[in-house]
């Protein structure tokens, strides 16, 4: 049995694992998608599903007006006692001097919830994690983020005791680990093995200078060794091997003593572009989890099996049954059931009855026009991730705009400062019609322009489709489901990926998206309502 690399496919990057007697559990970031926090369960290592999104409430997570790539990063997932701890960093500011970054701690006696109120522990850096010691004490680890313009940045990791009977900090923090010199030591989480303490730390940027780096120590006040070599994990030196980014991971064990590392990974595509961040590509699918296993030497150090790069195929856990999942996203849904399929997601905030319903018109998903995807505060978008390079994604929607502020349909969508729509809306001189529309670092251009394409007065659904091509994808709209006609104009992937944002802002970490959005400038709130949307593997 293989394991086949990245296990999640589709934005799911920051991967915090853990085991649970014979299940196994990953957390990965989910920035500025609500609900927060992915959680898929495994029982052999190779086929994960995806069962929940604790940060469910608002109680929990509100990331009103966050900005792009802000809200959840790097979630940390622990099992002490019988008991599961959350830890959780809420990016309120992406660039500049400042990051402020809440870090939060959630505890919850079923994987399901619910979850406590959550505990503000502090906002000095992100990517916060819990470590349990075997003498009961417990310790937040996050990166220490230093605002001052004569340092740089990533300061190193910062450790400091949490009380769980106070639910608070206390003690004085202290410096744990500076890092080496490819800075930006970040992602820590510390493992007690025999007699050494472990910290796992990524380093070198999440690009594709990516890596993972081992430091160890026999007390956490004492200075922390580097293992010596080269990295644990990294990519960088391999630009056409199929995984790239590697790095930013954690450790588990399996209950027969084997070991192995669930870690960040990205699998680009090649493009012409000469202002390419890299000249290895680009990953419209975002930032994915990959794991390789672990072999000990002789002298208690860690290493990949098969080299620092990994591997895309890994030998699974030996004595493990193979476990497969039935699909629980459906190729087509129809909207029948009372809730949303958990794979799709709206931004920032959960949506209330009077911006979503399954019930306003059975069998349709309804959204009542808001604000336009370039808000961060109140989108009536919801979505799903790329989780492949080749799909067809299509709806069917029945929507009577009035105005040009009006409109809804089709989306990909990277940010609020990169997306397409294939929508429809509303002309002065032809009424309602077909337009397509992409928005390209900010600047938004129609393709049809002043010749949208009118929609017939007898047609009560209008069906929209997208089809991804690797590197290229394009609209096409009909109707009466079966007649085809495709938007003359090639979009292009790459645009939907971090390495294009990266290229002019800071913050970029997330992937594309695929989805339905409706919008009214008006404040008339008009409904679109759509009868199905299909997600389909080419």
């Not at 701690?105 to 000095?124: C, Q």
């Not at 992602?187 to 993972?212: M, R, W």
């Amino acid at each position: 049995m293989k394991i086949q690399n990245p296990i999640l496919k589709g934005f799911n990057p920051d991967p915090s694992i853990i085991r649970v007697g014979e299940v196994y559990y990953i957390a990965t970031s989910t920035f500025e998608w609500w609900p927060g926090v992915q959680i898929h369960m495994s029982l052999d290592l190779v086929n994960w599903k995806l069962i929940g999104h604790p940060l469910n409430e608002k109680r929990l997570l509100d990331m009103t007006g966050n900005p792009d790539s802000g809200g959840i990063w790097a979630p940390d997932l622990s099992w002490h006692d019988g008991k599961f701890y959350l830890v959780y960093t809420d990016v309120k500011v992406t660039d500049g001097s400042f990051k402020d970054c809440i870090n939060y701690l959630i505890t919850a006696r079923d994987i399901m919830g619910p979850w406590s109120d959550p505990v503000e522990l502090n906002t000095a850096g992100f990517d916060a994690s819990l470590f349990h010691d075997d003498d009961g004490r417990k310790y937040l680890l996050n990166q220490y983020w230093d605002p001052r313009s004569f340092h740089h940045p990533f300061y190193g990791i910062m450790c400091t005791e949490y009380s769980e009977e106070e639910k608070k900090l206390i003690g004085d923090p202290w410096l744990i680990y500076a890092g080496t010199e490819e800075k930006f030591t970040e992602g820590p989480h510390i493992y007690k093995i025999g007699s050494y303490y472990y910290l796992f730390v990524a380093q070198g940027g999440t690009v594709y200078a990516h890596q993972e780096r081992v430091a160890r120590a026999k007390t956490l006040k004492d200075t922390f060794e580097t293992q010596p070599g080269e990295p644990f994990l990294t990519t960088i030196d391999v630009p056409f091997h199929p995984i790239q980014k590697a790095g930013h991971g954690s450790l588990v064990s399996t209950q027969t003593g084997e070991w192995y590392f669930a870690h960040l990974m990205g699998r680009p595509l090649h493009h012409s572009y000469e202002s390419a961040v890299d000249p290895r590509g680009w990953c419209p699918l975002g930032r994915e989890t990959g794991i390789q296993k672990v072999i000990w030497d002789e002298d208690n150090w860690p290493h990949i099996v098969g080299g620092h790069m990994g591997k895309e195929f890994v030998e699974a856990p030996m004595g493990i049954q193979e476990h497969k999942w039935e699909n629980t996203c459906p190729e087509k849904d129809d909207f029948d059931e009372e809730r949303l399929n958990i794979y799709f997601q709206s931004l920032r905030i959960p949506l209330p009855d009077e911006v979503i319903s399954l019930k306003d018109r059975p069998g349709h998903l309804r959204l009542y026009g808001r604000q336009s995807p370039a808000s961060t505060f109140t989108q009536a978008h919801i979505a799903r991730r790329w989780q492949h390079f080749s799909f067809d994604a299509e709806t069917k929607i029945d929507y009577r705009p009035k105005n040009i502020q009006q409109f809804a349909g089709l989306t990909c969508y990277y940010n609020t400062q990169n997306w397409s729509m294939l929508q429809v809306t509303w002309n002065e001189k032809y009424g309602r019609v077909i337009d397509a529309v992409s928005t390209d670092l900010g600047k938004t251009f129609s393709v049809y322009g002043e010749n949208p394409v009118p929609v017939p007065e007898n047609a009560p659904y209008v069906y929209l489709k997208a089809e991804v091509r690797g590197i290229e994808y394009r609209y096409s709209y009909s109707f009466d489901g079966s007649n085809w006609q495709q938007v003359p104009y090639i979009f292009d992937s790459a645009k939907l990926s971090d390495e294009y944002i990266k290229a002019v802002y800071d913050a970029a970490f997330t992937g594309a998206f695929v989805g339905m959005a409706s919008v009214d400038g008006l404040g008339t709130r008009i409904p679109a309502d759509f009868d199905y949307f299909i997600y389909k593997e080419r």
